[in-house]
């Protein structure tokens, strides 16, 4: 059994900024690939940002130059640093990371970006 538990969402002004944490835990032998989704009320979930074990990102065009992902190995832990934010950034957030015994979830954090 692995579980993920997030971090770091809540109200933010447009411009501020966020830091999102995601740790797992449970029977892991290795991870491999980590990212970050959102769902917005009324839209597909979608990529934000993923990296890979080694450590190659990919990005969400919409959130490039904004938002920088990262990894801890040692605790099992991605981020997601979230600059410059937008009022369409609003939405629940997602972690995800795929493991030896599968692909599992958070979850979910809310951002709201909103004066």
């Known amino acids: 059994q692995v579980q993920l538990v997030e971090s770091g969402g809540g109200l933010v002004q447009p411009g501020g900024s966020l830091r999102l944490s995601c740790a797992a835990s449970?029977?892991?032998?290795?991870?491999?690939?980590m990212g970050w989704y959102r769902q917005a009320p009324g839209k597909q979930r979608e990529s934000v940002a993923r990296i890979t074990s080694g450590g190659s990102t990919n990005y969400l065009d919409a959130v490039k130059g904004r938002f920088t992902i990262s990894r801890d190995n040692a605790k099992n832990t991605v981020y997601l640093q979230m600059n410059s934010l937008k009022v369409e950034d609003t939405a629940v957030y997602y972690c995800?990371?795929?493991?030896?015994?599968?692909?599992?979830w958070g979850q979910g954090t809310q951002v709201t970006v909103s004066s």
């Open positions: 449970g029977r892991i032998l290795s991870i491999y690939g």
């Open positions: 995800t990371i795929v493991t030896d015994s599968g692909a599992y």
